[in-house]
């Protein structure tokens, strides 16, 4: 062809045929009519024809839906019989009914003939969906990613500011999802998170963005949310959803999540806000004790500040030396006698005083925090008792609680080991308890890494027995030498007739498997006679001494029995004593 887009006239027909036969690129001649005049072989291949003389006398419109074909008979075919070159992408139709991406190229011959070339896009469209899959889909999941998602919510702000719509943003965290990944391993840990990126996907509406983060974290997009009332309905419809069992490997899994939820315009007016909005309420979620959703407010972002504050003071805490361990008694109830001490967490701020548990452990738990914490702790309390060993205070033993993160890392094991080498404790005097919660909430892990515990000599204890309302019968699967009963039955079985059964009846089981009782939170003599005519082995409490510090545990174990306190602690402290199940 010539610059001006025409056929070079100065070649012959068969000449010019002959050429238009070897170009690897379909090209065709279209008469008058509108029918083919001559068609290479390449176009015929192209469209699923057997060659191109099967294409010569058909019309071109046979190449294309119709829409398609009154759109190119327009944009490209009519101006090029008028001497004005087109080109352009359109959807061609193969003979199988295939439709295929096309670049077409139509340009005038003169006279109504018209030359039309057409090359196949499929590759490169596949190539750029392949390019697209990797800038904004999850690789695991399909879902849209954290670069896709940002996009369309910018796209559903602006269409919301401009027609006056609401939208919501949810931000969704799977429930202990790292248990899964420790537990089961990483491959099914991706199984799992396939299945509930294909469940919520399904539970939202037409139109509805779901997008995977990272992790287990997931986002949605719901634009048109026209009451703030929608959203119990949403929310109830995904937990739903998710509670409902996931089978995998031909085994059940359940998995629970805690969400968090920002509107538009109320919590924010673009993307990063409302973003942050949402993952300040999801957090508050996980604060009330997971598997719920929460809308956002601004008095969370008040909260939110301050935890993160909290947060990074906790992380330097211990670098500071400003973290300490408290020490109280165990008496034997038999004989009055010192049997042993509990080592609690405690934090010194500088700006804010002591600092029970119950203000940071949590917060320490769900940051990881606690893994490093953890092993100071136990190399702390070794090292403490073995001194008091050394000043004759022979066979006291250490209580230790461990914390779910702990109970669940790898590294445990070599931590005991280490703080029992470097102490030059001996392994019989470490017991180490696990509040009940922790312990049933994975129970076939839990049982295994007390049995590995066990392995090294070490006393293991079952802490706040009763508060998680677990089956008496899960003790027996349970490698433990001792059960703590919580403190709250405690208090209340000398007036509360149910309260009392029920230490009555943990107190005949524990003993009939051979366990060890202590009753914590201990404040009364009638408390004391109650718990001796049950036969409780040893007793912890105020009324004998709360946790203080270590260079004030000196004249208790100098006595070697501790007579009642009287009068009991106050009822402000003895509240503070709650905190302890966290260390």
Same mark, same amino acid.
């Given at each position: 062809m010539g610059p001006d887009g025409r056929v070079d006239e100065s070649l012959g027909l068969e000449e010019a045929q002959s050429l238009l036969r070897a170009v690897p690129h379909g090209v065709a001649v279209i008469d008058a009519s509108g029918l083919f005049d001559f068609a290479n072989d390449a176009c015929a291949r192209l469209l699923a024809w057997d060659d191109g003389a099967a294409l010569r006398g058909r019309s071109w419109r046979e190449l294309h839906d119709p829409e398609e074909a009154d759109r190119l008979e327009r944009e490209g075919l009519g101006p090029a019989r008028a001497g004005q070159a087109w080109r352009g992408e359109a959807t061609g139709r193969r003979r199988d009914g295939v439709h295929v991406p096309l670049d077409l190229l139509f340009a005038p011959l003169g006279e109504g003939r018209v030359a039309f070339a057409l090359r196949d896009l499929s590759s490169q469209r596949e190539a750029e969906e392949r390019l697209s899959a990797l800038v904004f889909r999850d690789p695991l999941t399909g879902l849209p990613n954290r670069r896709l998602f940002e996009d369309r919510l910018a796209i559903a702000l602006a269409q919301a500011h401009r027609y006056r719509h609401r939208l919501a943003v949810i931000f969704l965290d799977l429930d202990r999802f790292k248990q899964v990944n420790d537990t089961l391993g990483h491959a099914a840990g991706d199984a799992l998170l396939k299945a509930v990126s294909e469940r919520l996907a399904t539970s939202v509406r037409e139109g509805d963005t779901v997008a995977r983060l990272a992790g287990d974290e997931f986002t949605l997009l719901l634009p048109g949310i026209h009451y703030a009332e929608d959203l119990a309905a949403i929310s109830r419809k995904l937990s739903e959803a998710l509670r409902q069992p996931f089978r995998l490997d031909g085994n059940d899994m359940r998995v629970t999540a805690s969400g968090g939820i920002s509107l538009y315009p109320e919590d924010g007016e673009d993307v990063e806000a409302l973003l942050k909005s949402a993952d300040t309420a999801m957090y508050r979620a996980k604060e009330r004790g997971r598997d719920n959703f929460q809308v956002?407010?601004?008095?969370? =972002?008040?909260? =939110?500040?301050?935890?993160? !504050?909290? %947060?990074?003071?906790?992380?330097? !805490?211990? +670098?500071?030396? %400003?973290?300490?361990?408290?020490?109280q008694p165990c008496l034997e109830l038999a004989t009055g006698r010192v049997v042993g001490m509990e080592a609690l967490l405690r934090w010194q701020r500088p700006e804010l005083g002591l600092l029970l548990p119950k203000d940071f452990i949590a917060l320490a738990d769900f940051t990881g925090v606690m893994l490093s914490v953890g092993p100071w702790v136990l190399e702390t309390a070794c090292r403490q008792v073995r001194e008091w060993h050394r000043r004759g205070s022979k066979g006291l033993r250490v209580m230790v609680n461990l914390s779910a993160p702990e109970l669940q890392h790898e590294g445990l094991v070599v931590h005991v080991e280490k703080a029992l080498a470097s102490s030059g404790l001996e392994p019989d005097a470490l017991h180490l308890e696990v509040p %009940?919660?922790?312990?049933?909430?994975?129970?076939?892990? @839990?049982? +295994?890494a007390m049995r590995t515990l066990r392995s090294l000599g070490v006393h293991l204890a079952i802490d706040g027995f009763g508060a998680g309302f677990s089956s008496l019968a899960h003790l027996r699967r349970l490698p433990v030498d001792a059960l703590k009963i919580d403190l709250g039955f405690v208090r209340g079985a000398t007036t509360d007739p149910?309260? !009392?059964?029920?230490? @009555?009846?943990?107190?005949?089981?524990a003993h009939s498997l051979g366990l060890r009782v202590v009753a914590l939170g201990v404040e009364t003599e009638a408390q004391v006679a109650l718990l001796r005519s049950l036969g409780c082995d %040893?007793?912890?409490?105020?009324?004998?001494?709360?946790?203080?510090? $270590?260079?004030?545990? +000196?004249?208790?174990?100098?006595?070697?029995?501790? $007579?009642? !306190?009287?009068?009991?602690?106050?009822?402000?402290?003895?509240? =503070?004593?709650?905190?302890?199940?966290?260390?």
């Open positions: 956002f407010s601004p008095t969370m =972002a008040e909260k =939110a500040q301050k935890r993160h !504050a909290l %947060e990074e003071s906790l992380r330097q !805490a211990l +670098e500071r030396r %400003e973290m300490t361990l408290h020490y %009940e919660g922790y312990a049933m909430r994975d129970l076939d892990h @839990t049982v +295994e149910d309260d !009392a059964s029920i230490v @009555t009846a943990v107190i005949a089981v %040893e007793v912890q409490g105020y009324l004998w001494s709360p946790p203080v510090p $270590p260079e004030r545990c +000196e004249h208790l174990l100098a006595a070697g029995v501790l $007579p009642a !306190a009287s009068p009991p602690p106050p009822e402000g402290a003895r509240r =503070a004593r709650t905190g302890r199940s966290g260390r």
